[in-house]
């Protein structure tokens, strides 16, 4: 599978901004590509006024990911503000090329910042089915918690979506290591940078570790599209050597 991570500074509140920004960048982007990864509510930023800027399924954002997913004939991911029967939901939408749709609502809100004053928590854990990959749905501060990210259905590829400030990044580059080495998986971290409204600073980081914890992508600190491509005979092979995931514990997560 060949990977598109977007890294980018984002428009403050500014939708269409952000949009027209992704799509120049996705528009560059080699027909190849299987899936295409935005940032944590990329077409907002990491904003606590939901009202003013919440979306439903049915508007332009959605509209325009399935637009650009049809066209470039590839999923498409990245976490936005939708609102629906009076709640708002920081989700993480996944597209797929016909159009389809699946999504995972963040289940670990952000309480340092208030998320879980603005925003309800999703209640379950999403694993897409994607050419012949199993791909676990995860946005930010769901890293910091190992329990629910735990690969219990034998996912490939877990996935992380973000806007991690730069004072923390050491912890996003371990946390990233250690989530592909305890779950046998290849994880990818997809990271915005520049200054938010509120001046936090974020340097990206974003990258692709393999299930042995290796990098196939380092952590970059630019504004760029990095592509990486995953061969999951090589993770199957592993994982039948190296059978630690029968090991693991069972348990029951309460939500």
């Not at 403050?12 to 295409?36: G, H, P, V, Y």
């Not at 999504?103 to 004053?117: C, I, P, S, V, W």
């Amino acid at each position: 599978m060949k990977i598109a991570l977007i890294q980018s500074d984002l428009h403050w509140e500014d939708i269409s901004k952000n949009r027209s920004n992704f799509e120049t960048k996705i528009k560059q982007i080699d027909s190849d590509i299987n899936l295409i990864v935005l940032p944590e509510m990329f077409s907002t930023g990491f904003t606590m006024n939901a009202p003013a800027v919440a979306e439903t399924m049915e508007g332009e954002t959605i509209s325009w990911m399935k637009s650009m997913a049809m066209e470039k004939n590839c999923a498409l991911t990245g976490s936005l503000i939708i609102v629906e029967n009076g709640q708002y939901y920081n989700r993480m939408v996944f597209v797929f090329p016909s159009g389809e749709i699946k999504y995972y609502d963040k289940r670990h809100l952000f309480t340092l910042a208030g998320e879980d004053q603005f925003y309800s928590s999703g209640k379950e854990k999403v694993i897409v089915d994607y050419e012949g990959w199993k791909i676990c749905l995860q946005i930010c501060y769901d890293l910091r918690f190992p329990v629910f990210a735990r690969n219990v259905e034998n996912y490939d590829l877990l996935l992380y979506v973000a806007n991690w400030p730069k004072v923390r990044t050491n912890a996003w580059d371990s946390l990233l290591k250690a989530r592909a080495i305890e779950n046998l998986s290849y994880v990818a971290g997809v990271n915005r940078v520049g200054l938010d409204a509120h001046d936090y600073e974020h340097i990206g980081h974003s990258q692709v570790v393999d299930f042995l914890g290796n990098f196939i992508l380092e952590p970059q600190e630019t504004e760029a599209v990095f592509v990486v491509e995953l061969d999951k005979n090589i993770l199957l092979e592993t994982r039948k050597k190296l059978d630690f995931l029968s090991d693991r514990d069972h348990f029951e997560i309460e939500i």
